[in-house]
């Protein structure tokens, strides 16, 4: 199991907030965050559904020390995005488990905040 677990909130049809453990890889030199997950998931089906730009967010907290990432959020479903987000998992936490729906959060930092204390 990932030590290093966030949540991610994307948004429903109505509005409403869906909130759920992950486990993000943070690509800081290219502001993005790669998140793996099922095709049918409601995270995955949030993304897609949304009529407008997809936002969502992924919020880490360890005591006292805490950061959030804001961004657009796309699913990438091409073997290569899903090999590439699979080794860069694997490096951060562990080899996934094979999925043969899995798909990935990909989300475009356009803010960043936090306390280091």
């Not at 020390?65 to 959020?73: A, H, P």
């Not at 996934?96 to 803010?111: C, G």
């Amino acid at each position: 199991m990932p030590t290093h677990l966030a949540t991610l909130t994307t948004l429903t049809a109505d509005g409403r907030p869906h909130t759920v453990p992950v486990a993000p890889v943070l690509d800081p030199e290219n502001g993005t965050v790669r998140i793996l997950a099922s095709r049918r998931s409601r995270k995955v089906r949030n993304v897609i559904a949304s009529t407008d730009v997809a936002w969502a967010s992924v919020c880490q907290v360890d005591g006292r020390r805490w950061c959030t990432v804001e961004g657009t959020t796309r699913v990438l479903t091409d073997h290569e995005s899903v090999r590439d987000a699979e080794e860069v998992y694997a490096q951060r936490f562990r080899v996934p488990r094979p999925n043969l729906d899995r798909v990935v959060l990909f989300i475009t930092v356009q803010h960043a905040m936090g306390s280091l204390s």
